[in-house]
């Protein structure tokens, strides 16, 4: 069953086009982040779902039933604000019953379900301090059980984790998911923060220029985008042009920088066509002398080394002038390998090279 679907959904603000065309539709109980660049077009989103916005265009469904006329109110949307948004004249029990004092809820009901929510964030023995003597994620947590308490149709997080620090924020990250999973509630996050979508999304849709550019699985477009634009912006990655140099039944060979060539299983490419190429950093390995089996490697001498505590990376400059990285454990090349100007190799796994018309 559908939570959500946004069907055709156009906006333009002060005479500009901000969403072309957005499509979306996010299962009962997904978690769906929108991700991109700053001026994507993933708040307008949000806040055409919330009905701050009414599309010129489009439709809005919450659970089967079209609300895009609807005003914010009489929608059974949570939002949580980057910066939370607390009453800072209530206390965190006020905060949090709030929105079921607005829908006339009982104040025997009221206090029962403002008391399990505060539970389940564990802040119920703090209910009674006002929210300028709370940490940031205590603030946290209230704007979430505010948002909960009402047991939306749909949860939308804006930004939730911006204002934390990044101890914080990686523990706020579990807790975010664990609760979002007990509760099954819809829920959809805009964030710019690659891990943090990664991490708490079931599905992430990668937004620029007002359009969904693709969607899919964390690990799908991670590992495997279908976009070239998709895998520079989502994580680090190394993209370099090669030719088509062969063309077979059983694939195309592309050569490029550095002395790779490969065999990739593709039949949408002709000879002598350019192509993109790209892998992440974390596929390639290193080798101190030029790889003996046909291996798709490339060949060059260390440019440079980043040190990152659980993982070294490793720019290789190639005769052609262009750089690879590689990150590597720190454990697995001696100081010797890594050497400013020492020759080396680059082994690229196969399994993870993607391909992408130039």
């Known amino acids: 069953m559908s939570g959500l679907e946004l069907e055709d959904i156009n906006v333009w603000l002060n005479g500009q086009k901000i969403l072309h065309d957005v499509n979306i539709s996010i299962a009962k109980g997904e978690c769906v982040a929108l991700l991109g660049p700053s001026g994507c077009g993933k708040t307008t989103t949000l806040r055409t ?19 895009v006329d609807l005003p914010p109110n009489r929608r059974n949307v949570g939002l949580v604000f980057q910066d939370y948004a607390l009453f800072p004249h209530m206390t965190v029990a006020q ?23 505060l539970e389940m964030v564990q802040l119920d023995h703090i209910k009674d301090r006002m929210p300028q003597s709370l940490s940031g994620g205590q603030r946290q947590r209230v704007a979430l059980a505010r948002a909960l308490v009402i047991k939306p149709d749909i949860l939308l997080l804006d930004e939730p984790l911006g204002a934390l620090d990044r101890k914080l924020r990686d523990q706020m990250q579990v807790e975010l998911k664990q609760l979002q999973k ?3 509630v819809t829920t959809i996050i805009v964030t710019h923060d690659q891990e943090e979508a990664l991490s708490l999304a079931d599905r992430v849709a990668v937004m620029f220029g007002g359009k969904i550019r693709e969607i899919g699985t964390p690990q799908s477009l991670y590992d495997r985008p279908k976009h070239r634009d998709v895998m520079d912006f989502l994580g680090s990655s190394n993209l370099f042009r090669c030719t088509v140099t062969h063309v077979s039944g059983d694939g ?4 490029g920088p550095g002395g790779f060539q490969t065999v990739l299983n593709r039949t949408d490419f002709q000879l002598n066509q350019n192509v993109l190429v790209g892998i992440r950093p974390e596929h390639l390995s290193i080798e ?8 798709a490697s490339v060949s060059g001498t260390v440019h440079e080394t980043v040190y990152k505590g659980s993982l070294m990376e490793v720019l290789i400059k190639t005769t052609d002038d262009h750089i690879f990285r590689a990150a590597v454990s720190p454990r697995s090349v001696t100081p ?5 100007g020492t020759a080396i190799s680059l082994v690229l796994e196969k399994d993870f090279i993607q391909i992408f018309q130039d």
Request: aromatic share 4%.
């Open 95 to 117: 905060n949090v019953g709030y929105g079921l004092r607005m829908r006339k809820r009982s104040d025997s009901e009221s206090e029962k379900l403002v008391h399990q929510f």
């Open 49 to 67: 779902i919330a009905g701050f916005i009414h599309p010129q265009a489009g439709d809005v469904r919450i659970s089967g039933q079209s609300c």
């Open 252 to 255: 195309v060979t592309v050569s």
């Open 336 to 340: 010797g390998q890594i050497e400013s």
């Open 182 to 184: 007990q509760l099954g």
């Open 288 to 295: 101190c002398a030029v790889p003996d089996s046909p291996r």
